[in-house]
């Protein structure tokens, strides 16, 4: 893709664009007119070009990008090569994510280290080249997607609260760095919401999840998507270092 074949349209890079949540920003980028440039973390066409017919996508919509952000020199060279193709990036989600649970007692250092590196060190190998190169274009959207259990805990997530609470003071920090060029940087918190990374949970155990949230119910990844559109929306122009919580309730921070 030639920056020629895209110059009609605002660019937004998307992490973890093909699982559960990212696949619901990918749709309401498309829908919205944007040009995606979707991350898996493995070069797979077969996997990709699925993903495009189960969803109703057109392919050239995208460019996929295959980048294992847990290794960081060789995901960062990809990305600049990569941004460095197109006049403008308007928008960065970043919604890659893992989660290696275990009691704090049990857990070995490879679960802390795997889920710090792909949560949390991940975002400076994609934020930096896309940050340095929205200072300047004099502005840019970054929405970084944390968790309710980064805002309050949770048992056997210690390396998952602490990446997620982290990603919420990065955006806090970098929202100063990028406010007088126009760039804005802000986290959306999901609570449990139907993907994959919750779809394997016993049905016993999802029964006494839903009684302590207070809707009832889990989120839909749309409704995720939505609140991403809101911060890379017109109207969200003035809105920075914020972090939005959807999450029917359950945690009010
Ligand atoms: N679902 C929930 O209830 C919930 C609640 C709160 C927060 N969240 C957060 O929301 C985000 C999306 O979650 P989801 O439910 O949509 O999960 P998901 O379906 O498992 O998607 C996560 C994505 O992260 C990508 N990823 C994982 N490791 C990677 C690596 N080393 N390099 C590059 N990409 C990598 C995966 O890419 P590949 O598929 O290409 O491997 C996957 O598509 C995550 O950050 C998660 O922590 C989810």
Redesign the pocket.
Known sequence: MSKSDVSDKKVALV????????TAICEKLVTSGYHVIA????EDPERTKKWCEDNGFDSNNFEFLA????NHETAMAAIQQTIDKYDSIYALIN????TRDSSFKKMSFAQWQQVIE??LTSLYTIVHPVFVKMLEQKTGRIVN?S??NGLRGQYGQTNYSAA?AGIIGFTKALAYEGASSSVTANVVA????Y????ESVPEHIMDKIKETIPMSRLAS?KEIAAACMYLISEDAIFVTGETISVNGGQYMS
């Open positions: 992490t973890g664009a093909l699982g559960g949540i990212g991350t898996l973390s493995q980048v294992d952000l847990s919604g890659a994510g893992i792909t949560n997607i968790s309710i997620k999901p609570g449990y919401t993907t994959p990374m919750v990844a």
